[in-house]
């Protein structure tokens, strides 16, 4: 019999279940271009309720929903303060400078910072005009490059709080945010409170194969549906997409706990390995670090390959495996002994 592929190297690899298939094909569909699709207008409005946003937009991706709220938030020439790990900086093809004239300035270490890392960052206008004014403050939660890794609540409201008093905009990349609000047990609403627009995806850990949404007040949510055009994501019957992320927030929102669990439970079966550093999982991404004499990432994980369990490298001794919908409790802890197995063979 062949061998299942496990395939752990992200959280949008997922294929629409039946369910949600059967929620496609019967959804209510009309243009939307003209606002006319009922689908896409109710999964904008559930949104928007669940993040206690007045309004909300539906956009092809995560990338397209953070570059609109950048774009959205600034002017050409000004500074976007962000932590040295984020998306917007590091995997969105330079969108920020390319398509919003914008410099990414990062503040802190590891994804997270302090208020007072922020007033070191942070440079006031001066009389002279010559330093970009510091317009808006980036934060994601989860973060991705760092493992999945949760804004302690307490922190973020002080850092929130603090470039409110510096009066800069602020903006989440929630691309996660449904993981951190389930790992926390708080209210979507709560996580996304500080901010002035959150962007939030239904094609990560919910499942849906497409689709993001930005949300925030109602002039600036109009303002992105005028760059979402410019920016080539308007679309016509959504509707489709739509009925997806409203099939995946009302099935697959809650069990995102389950996600969680499973990387934990990876993480301790690699728990004891020498040479191996497991950082442990705040959500559904779990990354490990191999020394010496264990071979590098790439290798590791083309040994997995060959045994049907699909990782990512990420870095040269670092390797990322994100747990989802697709991959059941008994696919992780077969996953969790072949990976097991790989590393104690390579450290003989
Ligand atoms: C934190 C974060 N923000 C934004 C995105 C972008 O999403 P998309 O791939 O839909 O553009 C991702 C994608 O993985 C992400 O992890």
């Not at 500074?79 to 040295?84: E, P």
């Not at 919003?100 to 503040?107: C, H, I, K, Y």
């Not at 094609?203 to 007040?217: D, E, I, Q, Y």
């Not at 990782?311 to 747990?323: D, E, I, N, S, Y």
């Amino acid at each position: 019999m062949m061998q299942a592929v496990i395939d752990l190297r992200s959280d949008t690899v997922t294929r629409p279940t039946a369910g949600m298939r059967a929620a496609i094909a019967s959804a209510e569909v009309g243009d939307d271009m003209f606002g006319e699709d009922p689908t896409v207008r109710r999964l904008q409005d559930v949104v928007a309720t669940r993040l206690g946003k007045a309004a909300a937009l539906f956009v092809p991706s995560g990338t397209m929903a953070n570059q609109l709220a950048l774009r959205c938030h600034t002017q050409p020439g000004d500074d976007v303060l962000c932590s040295d790990g984020a998306h917007i900086k590091w995997y969105e093809a330079g969108a920020a400078a390319a398509l919003a004239g914008l410099q990414l300035v990062t503040v802190g270490q590891g994804g997270f910072f302090t208020a007072s890392e922020l007033y070191e960052t942070y440079q006031p206008e001066r009389t002279d005009q010559a330093s970009p004014p510091n317009r808006l403050l980036c934060f994601e939660n989860t973060h991705n490059r760092g493992g999945g890794s949760i804004w302690p609540m307490q922190q973020l409201q002080e850092v929130a709080a603090a470039g409110r008093l510096l009066g800069m905009k602020l903006h989440l990349d929630g691309a996660r945010l449904w993981n951190a609000a389930v790992a926390l047990g708080l209210p979507d609403a709560e996580l996304a409170a500080p901010f002035d627009t959150v962007s939030v995806c239904l094609s990560k850990g919910l499942g849906a194969p497409v689709g993001s949404l930005l949300c925030g007040p109602v002039d600036v949510i109009h303002r992105a549906r005028r760059y979402r055009r410019m920016y080539g994501g308007a679309m016509r019957q959504a509707g489709i997409l739509a009925a997806a992320g409203l099939y995946a927030l009302s099935h697959h929102y809650l069990r995102l706990a389950e996600d969680h669990h499973h990387a934990r439970r990876i993480a301790e079966v690699l728990s004891d390995l020498r040479h191996v550093a497991v950082i442990q999982p705040q959500s559904n991404i779990l990354l490990f670090d191999l020394s010496p004499p264990l071979p590098d990432a790439a290798e590791v994980t083309a040994r997995l390959k060959a045994l049907d369990v699909l990782v990512a490298p990420f870095g040269p001794r670092r390797v990322r495996l994100v747990t989802h919908l697709d991959v059941d409790r008994a696919a992780c802890e077969e996953a969790a002994q072949r990976i097991r197995q790989v590393l104690c063979d390579a450290a003989l």
